[in-house]
C-alpha cells in the first residue's frame, strides 16, 4: 500500500513547552486517518506542522514521498484543508471565497464548477451572500468547499464538525466517507472525540501530550468482542444473580453505580437482553462502549473512575 | 503571482476602510479649494504680510491653480501617511486577526512571493491615493482658479516660477512623495508582519510618523547634525526641492533649473535604502513565523 504521509520523530518545543515530542505515524493511501487527544494534546501543532504553518523543532514530514521543506508547493497542490474553525474572507461572497481560494491552489475553476462545490455542501443558494450572514455551521460546510475545490488528493481536516448541527455532523461524516471510499482521496481527520471518529477513520492515532500512545486500524483497537456493555435493569441486584449462574457469568464485571457492567461480543447483546426479559427482569437501558473508549478516557480524563482497557 | 495580487487588491478594494482614505482627502481638499476661492486674497496677504509693504504683490494672479496645489500639498502630504497605515498595517496583522492567514498560508505559495505580493498590493493602493490627491489637489484647482505663475515662499525669500515651467515640477514632486509614501507604507507593512492585530502597527505608524515628524522639524542644535540627517521624515518633505528654482548672476530665475538637485536625490536614496530595510526585514521575519493565529 502507497504511504501518503510519512512523519518520523517530530518534535516541536515553545520555549519550554513541548508540544509534540517525538511523534511518528504514517498514513497510506485512501485512509481515513482519524487523529485523536483531548484538547492541547497536540493535535493542531502536528498538523499545522503538516501543513507548514509551523516549523517543526526537529523530525521529517515526507508527504507524497516527498520531503515536505523542499517539495511544499507540490505538496501543498495536492492538500486541501481546514485547520480549526474555517476563517474565511466575511467580506466576500461563498462565491468569491471559492473562485479565488481554488486560482491560489494553482486551479482556475469555472462559475459551473463552484456552484456545483456548493451544491455539495449545500450551499448553492446562499452562493452569492456575503460569508459574514453565514452560521457557524455554514462557514465550516463553506470552508469544506474550499479544501475540495481544486480536487486535491490528500485532505486534512481539524476538528471538522465544530460548530456544527446534528445534522451537520451526520452530513460532514458522509462526505468524508464518500471522499475516501468513491473517489479514492486520503483524509486525516482530527478530533476529541473518539465516538465521532470511530464511525469513519479506519486508521487510527491517540496522542496525549504531544506523544504518541497508540496506533493501528480501527478494526483492532475497536475489537467487537470486546465491547463494555451497561445494562440498567428494574433489579440490577437480581439480574447480576441471575447472569453469574448463566452463561454470561464470565462476562460480568461489576456493579457500577447501580449498574452491571459486562465485556463481551457486541454479537451476543442480544441474546443477553433475550435471557434476562425470560427471566422477568426488565430492561431500562443498556449502552454500549469500547474497551478503546475506557483506555482513551482513562488517559484523557485522569480524574474518572474507569479502569485503563487491555487492547 | 498574477492570481495573488488580484486576490490581494479585490479584498483590498472590497473593505470600506479603503476608501475612508480616498474621502477623507476628497474632503479636505474641497474644504481648502472652498476656502481659497472665498478668502484667497486675505490668506496670501496673511503669509506674506512681512513683505506686502516693500512689494507690490498682484494677489489676483498669485491664488491661481498651481498655487492652491501647493498650498494642499504643504498641507495633506504630512497627513496622508496617517491614510497610507490605515492598508498597509491591516494587510497582514489584519488577516492574522481574522485567522484568513493560515488560510492562504496552505495554499502552494511561498510566503516569500506572498509577501512581495502584499506589500505591492500596498504600493498599489498608495500610488492610487496620491494620483486621486493629485487629481483634486492639481487638476480640479486649475479648473477653479486657472493658471499663472507660481511664487513660492523659500526659508527667507519669495521664487517665481514661469507658469510654463511649473507642471513638470508636479509631476516630479508627486513621483518624490509617492517614494516618500511608499516608507510610511514599508513601515506599517513592517510592523503589520510582527503584530497579530491591525490596531497595533497602525497606531504605531501614526506614532512614529508624530515624533520623527517633530523632531525632523525642531531647530536644535543637538539633532541637526546627529539625528536629523537620518530619519527618513527629515527626507520625506524633499520634494519642495523641486520648486526651488536656480538664478543667474542677475538674480534672474533659469527656466527648467533646480537649485539644489543632489540634495533631492541623496533624499530619494534614503528613502529607498528605508524601504528596502523595512520590506527586507518583514520578509526575513515573516518566512521563519510560527502561524499560531
Redesign the interface.
Known sequence: MKTIIEVANLTKKFKDITAVSGLSFTVNEGDVYGFLGQNGAGKSTTIRMLLTLIRPTSGSISIFNKDLVTHREEILRQTGAIIEKPDLYNFLTANENVAFLSKLSGKSVSRKEVLEILKMVGLSERATSKVKTFSQGMKQRLGIAVALIHDPSLIILDEPTNGLDPQGIADTRELIKNLSCQHGKTVVVSSHLLSEIELIANRLLIIHNGKKIVEGTTKELLDPSKTIVEIDTTDNIAAREILLQSEFNTAVKKLKEEKIILQMDRNIIPSLINFLVKNNIGILSAETRHSLEDYFLSITNPGTNVEPATI | MW??LQ?EL??TF??PRTYIAFAAIAAIVFLIQVALLINGKEYVQFILSSVDETLIIPYAKVTNGYWVCFVILNLLLIHVPILVALVSGDIIAGEAN???L?????????RTKLMIVKFTACVIYTLILLIWMAFLALLVSILLFGTNDLVVAKEFELVQIEKADILWRYFAAFGFAAVALVVVAALSFFLSSISGNSIGPIVATVSIIIVLTILSEMRIPIYDNTVKPYIFTTHMLGWKGFFYISSNTDGQTIPGSISNLPAILKSLFILIAYIIIFTGSAIFIFS?K???S
Do not use: W
Open positions: 492570481n495573488l486576490f479585490f479584498k472590497k473593505k481574522a485567522g484568513t493560515r488560510l492562504l498560508l496552505t495554499k502552494p505559495v511561498s521563519r510560527d502561524i499560531l
